[in-house]
């Protein structure tokens, strides 16, 4: 484990340092707990613009899902009831099929988080085991400068439940539900906002539900053993989610979704304040003469005279 994460230990420090030291530089208090929390969301936004082709690869494929829902629906139920091994490699075969066809997998979107996963554990260990001996940049002096700094009240690496300060588990508390609040908001955005009707109904949709919620209460339980820090970088993060993804889905939303209707309203209102008026050309209808109900006599042929 150690092998595995201290390269990106050394790089979280590195990136530390060197958001600490320009903002030492523009005049911040070089001890102060509000410098290095601010050096943690410089973290955040370096980590957050590397990721930005994943993001835009997520909402791709996100966009997929939600479009081939039905079709996925249509193949559950075309095998619903059908446990024999012959029905479920048909099954697999035509889900996998469409996955290819439409470019996209259920596990593509979560790409970003899993990659964080590694960042989120290193910058942890960093946090709790590295501040009294120094990383990398972050050498024994730093180090001890970051232990000993505050936020409103609080050191960076203390945990709710190894301290005895009510100060610091009401600040981490405070975190906690700015955590869990931002986390529960961006799966809402995303779920109901950019997605169109027929994908809020079948299998798909109720995961996402199970996920909206149990997502939020695993961050419940598992905050009081995350050091402010750490807090800190996931709440920056969740409010970076938060922002990119109201853009996207504001400027370039899921077809057939509610926030597609609000972006045609707002495209309509605009063109009319500019004087621009969608309009379509009729077409005039061609009015056909009047038929006549009397049979026509059939007329003979003049003979030729000799």
Known sequence: MDQILFPLEWAIAAVLVGFHTALTFLGMDEASGWTWAAAIVGLVIVIRILLIPLFVRQ???????????????KIQDK?????????????????????SKHGTSPFASCLPLLIQMPIFFALFRVLNNKLDGGIGLLT????SLADNSTFLGAALSETFLATDSWNVRIVTIVLIIAMVSTTFLTQRQLTRKNMPAAALEGPMAQQQKVLLYVLPFVFVLSGPFFPIGVLI?????????????????????TPGS???KAFLER????DEAKG????????????????????KQPQRKNRRKK
């Open 59 to 73: 909402i791709k494929s996100s966009r997929a899902m939600q479009v081939i829902s039905p079709d996925l629906r």
């Open 79 to 99: 095998y619903k009831g059908k446990k024999d091994a012959a029905s479920r490699e048909a099954m697999g075969r035509e889900t996998m099929e469409l996955y």
């Open 140 to 143: 024994p002096e730093l180090a």
């Open 233 to 253: 970088y996931w709440t920056t993060t969740n409010l970076w989610t938060m922002g990119q993804q109201f853009y996207v889905i504001r400027n370039n939303p």
């Open 258 to 260: 509610e926030a597609e």
């Open 267 to 270: 495209k309509r209102a605009k």
């Open 276 to 295: 621009i008026v969608d309009t379509v050309e009729e077409v005039p209808a061609i009015e056909e003469a009047p038929q006549s109900r009397q049979r």
